[in-house]
């Protein structure tokens, strides 16, 4: 995650204690293989790489998920709207994937029952081959009925291999309008089938972070520690360990900088790529991201009018849209904008605007206004370079390039382009299948049905869940402690829960979702390099507007001892929290509630 200057400046303490994850990078400066990019994607390939017993590092500038991973629409997606462009490999690969991560991910990854309101029957058919063929949207004619019957059909097929999520249903008007009563009473069809979500992506991504450091001492990685550039190779040390060009990194968090050597180095930097590259000193034009925005509504009304579903939708615009329910909040989104220069976007006037129109546009009747937006968020997807092709129509596949470290010795850099969340695993088997025949080594696991994290053991049901809370109750955890820890950490909570009965431990003041001891615990385990990193992050507390002023300085104060932080930094630490909320988020802390 790259910053620019509109970005909110994050404190630097220069005399806080130091990181293990930095401590382990200085002492031993050379690696097989160097990371660059904490998404999940750079997390997927980190953690494949560290379970065929690789030596890899992983370095993330910002915190793990805090760019386009994280602004993304939580959805697991088959990505049904890829058919109309013809990218048949890569629908294939998603809805595979997707119900691989339904399997191997339970604890975050959950099923969506998702609904088409439909309202013609024929309309689009003649424009469809023309969109298909050319990948320009031109003028906006509307899916009706038959080709989305086509659609999902096709869907339906590539979907039943290695799952069993249920085919797709069609429902006449009254049928329809009696499932689903706020919809507009004109519409003529309804189209239901199932997809999945992601309720806590920077949560899963942590997840898979912990599966690859927990592989040994081999993989090591550091959040808030940027590539800055590369240091050729220096004659008088050939042959002498990891020789060849370094790669200058700097600490964040303290301004440090250091090298460290890799033979192999793999830029996951999403839309920075091509920044990272030029960091480098062989810049290239790889990317051009599209800026997606999204918002997040405390609706009640509208949460009632979705029944739990998510609906999926056509704007009057041609644009595909979305409507769902994340627990008790309303999810809304998104646009999709080239983003240009600007890869730290924040959620405009415009986008808000847009989003009520599209609610307006199937629930006529359903009151929304800015008083029910407690979070927004924006993000820029890493597509590639795409000139005139309608930004809708760019492939959300992905690719790798190959070029020579500048200065090294035989040193190659990989760069990944594009990639999706549901098809991070299988696209960091492909990217962790170049590096092993780079360095020579040969894969020994497959992550394919491997339990990632919390999700191994994780209660299949409602009662399960509830075994597992009763048997994890007892002193300071009671059952609606106990279920919130599982919900966070899937049955990691069950060491989570064992940390925090070390010592007496109390809830915060300003939230019951949170204590003292369990700040402590991801202050020690987590990477957290600022308050903020607690609030978006290692919580949904902003996601779902629960954030007071009041919890901020109290994140800040708790985390002040375990991190190093004097009072000055503490309290430079909450104002940064603030700031990040107001600018990046648009969340006054003040107009919130508890």
């Not at 058919?125 to 004619?141: C, E, M, V, W, Y």
């Not at 290695?162 to 689903?180: D, I, Q, W, Y």
């Amino acid at each position: 995650m790259h910053r620019t200057d509109s970005s909110p400046t994050p404190p630097v303490a220069p005399h806080a204690s130091e990181r293990a994850g930095v401590a382990s990078l200085k002492q031993r400066p050379g690696a097989s293989v160097l990371i660059i990019g904490g998404g999940i994607n750079g997390v997927g390939t980190f953690r494949d790489l560290a379970l065929q017993g690789v030596d890899v590092v992983l370095v993330e500038r910002g915190d793990f998920c805090e760019g386009a991973s994280g602004a993304s629409s939580h959805m697991i997606h088959g990505g049904i709207r890829y058919l109309e462009n013809g990218e048949f490999r890569l629908v294939n690969e998603s809805v595979v994937e997707r119900n691989r991560l339904l399997r191997i991910a339970p604890h975050y990854v959950k099923p969506l029952q998702t609904t088409i309101p439909i309202f013609s029957t024929f309309s689009g058919i003649l424009n469809a081959p023309l969109r298909f063929l050319t990948h320009r949207s031109g003028k906006p004619q509307e899916r009706g009925a038959a080709l989305i019957k086509v659609g999902l059909s096709l869907y339906d097929a590539f979907s039943r291999k290695g799952g069993s999520v249920p085919r797709h249903r069609f429902l006449g008007r009254k049928k329809a309008l009696e499932e689903l009563p706020r919809l507009r009473p004109d519409l003529k069809y309804t189209a239901t089938y199932f997809d999945a979500s992601v309720h806590n992506p920077e949560r899963l991504t942590l997840d898979v972070l912990h599966d690859g450091l927990a592989a040994g001492t081999h993989a090591r990685a550091a959040n808030y520690v940027s590539a800055v550039g590369v240091t050729a190779a220096s004659p008088s040390a050939e042959g002498a360990g990891h020789d060849g060009a370094s790669v200058r990194l700097r600490d964040e968090l303290t301004g440090e900088e250091f090298d460290i050597t890799a033979d192999v180095v793999v830029n996951t930097t999403g839309a920075w790529v091509d920044q990272t590259n030029g960091s480098f000193g062989a810049p290239t034009r790889f990317m051009g991201g599209t800026k997606g925005s999204h918002i997040v509504l405390d609706a009640p009304e509208l949460l009632a009018a979705c029944a739990g579903r998510e609906i999926f939708f056509e704007h009057s615009d041609g644009r595909i849209v979305l409507i769902y329910p994340m627990g008790d909040r309303v999810l809304v989104g998104t646009t999709d904008i080239d983003a240009g220069e600007d890869l730290t976007p924040v959620c405009t006037d415009e986008e808000i605007q847009y989003f009520f129109d599209l609610i307006h546009h199937v629930f006529p009747t359903v009151a929304v206004d800015q008083g029910h937006i407690v979070y927004t968020f924006s993000g820029v997807r890493p597509l590639p370079r795409h000139d005139d092709t309608a930004p809708g129509f760019v492939s959300r596949d992905y690719r790798i390039e190959r070029a020579a470290l500048p200065g090294g010795r035989g040193q190659t850099v990989l760069s990944l382009v594009g990639g999706k969340w549901t098809t991070f695993r299988a696209l960091s088997e492909h990217l962790a299948d170049e590096v092993l025949t780079l360095v020579g080594q040969q894969r020994t696991q497959s992550t394919a049905e491997l339990a990632i994290g919390g999700g191994r053991g994780f209660p299949a049901t409602p009662e399960g869940v509830q075994a597992w809370v009763k048997a994890h109750v007892g002193g300071s955890i009671d059952a609606a402690r106990a279920e919130v820890l599982l919900g966070r950490y899937g049955t990691r909570a069950s060491e989570v829960i064992d940390f925090l009965r070390q010592a007496d431990d109390s809830l915060l003041q300003s939230t019951k979702e949170l204590s003292v001891r369990e700040l402590l615990y991801m202050a020690e385990h987590e990477h957290v390099g600022h308050a903020i990193d607690i609030l978006i992050r290692r919580t949904s507390l902003a996601f779902r507007g629960l954030v007071t002023a009041e919890l901020v300085d109290e994140v800040a104060g708790h985390l002040a001892g375990p991190l190093g932080w004097d009072a000055q930094q503490t309290r430079q630490e909450a104002l940064h929290a603030k700031a990040v909320l107001a600018e990046r988020h648009r969340v006054e802390i003040d107009q919130l509630v508890d």
